[in-house]
Nanobody, 114 residues
Framework: QVQLVESGGGLVQPGGSLRLSCAAS????????MAWYRQAPEKQRELVAQ???????NYVDSVKGRFTISRDNAKNTMYLQMNSLKPEDTAVYYC????????WGQGTQVTVSS
C-alpha cells in the first residue's frame, strides 16, 4: 500500500522558516512528478511546488524565491524549505504525485502569525 506522511509544520512568526518533509512508502517518490499542495481555510487546494523525475522544479508565483522543493531518493523523502514566511502561507500542506496520485495524507499545519 502506498502511503504519504507529511511532517514539519508548526507555528512561526512572519519572516520565519520551516522545512516540511514528505515520506513515501510503497512507491519511489521519483517515479513520477511530485508536488506540494496547500489548502487554506475555506479555499481550494492549490499546487505550490513540483519536482519532476529529472529534478526540474516549478513554483506558483506567490512562493517563488521563498520556497525550495527538493528530494532525497535514498530516503524516499521530499522536502519543502519555506523561508520568509507570510501570514498568507498559513494552510495545511500536503504532498502527492501529480500523475497517479494516491490517497491524501493528513497533511501538516503551517501557521504564520505574530
Amino acid at each position: 500500500q502506498v502511503q504519504l506522511v507529511e511532517s514539519g509544520g508548526g507555528l512561526v512568526q512572519p519572516g520565519g522558516s520551516l522545512r516540511l518533509s514528505c515520506a513515501a512508502s510503497g512507491r519511489a517518490l521519483s517515479m513520477y512528478t511530485m508536488a506540494w499542495y496547500r489548502q487554506a481555510p475555506e479555499k481550494q487546494r492549490e499546487l505550490v511546488a513540483q519536482i519532476t523525475r529529472s529534478s526540474n522544479t516549478n513554483y506558483v508565483d506567490s512562493v517563488k524565491g521563498r520556497f525550495t522543493i527538493s528530494r532525497d531518493n535514498a530516503k524516499n523523502t521530499m522536502y519543502l524549505q519555506m523561508n520568509s514566511l507570510k501570514p498568507e502561507d498559513t494552510a495545511v500542506y500536503y504532498c502527492n504525485w501529480i500523475v497517479a496520485p494516491v490517497s491524501w495524507g493528513q497533511g501538516t499545519q503551517v501557521t504564520v502569525s505574530s
